[in-house]
């Protein structure tokens, strides 16, 4: 089991908003980062550094963190956003990393 | 536009070892550390370990300790991650990455990937 939970699914209808959200105690100290992967194709970096989109992302991604859960939050889903997504932190000591168990998005 | 290149599919049978490599090509390879990262089919992501291609330093996941070598050959650019003793379980899809970090950033963000090397463990 991971250290980072994550809900296995979620569905939103188009054009809605979804938040995809991720536990673990370490995210009190460390922020997360968010990988979008589609089938068959490798993981892309969607959200670094808690809330900052790398160049080519849309911007209705948009990431935040609260206590011990980090969110990422899709503003206008598109059917294109459906995919699996990860989170991914230190993991309680600090000392390696761990991606949460992902969650499946489904755009209805 | 930044790329790596992995090596192509692999079949083990129990014991033996893989070694997979991951050539970077369009950036300088020594400024950013690679982490290779497992995915067994229609499961999540695992992290294994880094690797600091400048001073060759590494980091491994307590569960891949003892089991996995990760080094790099400067001259070419490229990154190589071994697995030994390998079991039915670690038949994956295999994935380097490159990590980048920022003047805020708390732990690596993989900003490239590699197109992922499967290797499959069977007798």
């Known amino acids: 089991s991971s250290e980072l939970t994550q809900d296995p699914a979620v569905s939103v209808a188009l054009g809605q908003t979804v938040r995809i959200t991720c536990q673990g105690d370490?995210?009190?100290?460390?922020?997360a980062s968010w990988y979008q992967q589609k089938p068959g194709q490798a993981p892309v970096l969607v959200i670094y550094d808690k809330n900052n989109r790398p160049s080519g992302i849309p911007d209705r991604f948009s990431g935040s963190s609260s206590g011990n859960t980090a969110s990422l939050t899709i503003t206008g889903a598109q059917a294109e956003d459906e995919a699996d997504y990860y989170c991914?932190?230190?993991?309680?000591?600090?000392?390696?990393?761990?991606f949460g168990g992902g969650t499946k998005l489904t755009v209805l | 536009q930044v790329q790596l290149v992995q090596s192509g599919a692999e079949v083990k049978k129990p014991g033996a070892s893989v070694k997979v490599s991951c050539k970077a090509s369009?950036?300088?390879?020594?400024?950013?550390?690679i982490n290779w990262v497992r995915q067994a089919t229609g499961q999540g992501l695992e992290w294994m370990g880094w690797m600091n291609p400048y001073s060759g330093n590494t980091g491994y996941a307590q569960k891949f300790q003892g089991r996995v070598t990760m080094t790099r050959n400067t001259s070419i650019s490229t990154a190589y991650m071994e697995l030994s003793s390998l079991r039915s379980e670690d038949t994956a899809l295999y994935y380097c990455a490159r990590a980048s970090y920022t003047s805020s950033s708390e732990s690596p963000n993989f900003d490239y990937w590699g197109q992922g090397t499967l290797v499959t463990v069977s007798s």
């Open positions: 991914k932190s230190r993991d309680s000591s600090g000392n390696h990393l761990v």
């Open positions: 369009r950036y300088a390879f020594i400024s950013y550390d």
């Open positions: 370490s995210l009190r100290n460390y922020y």
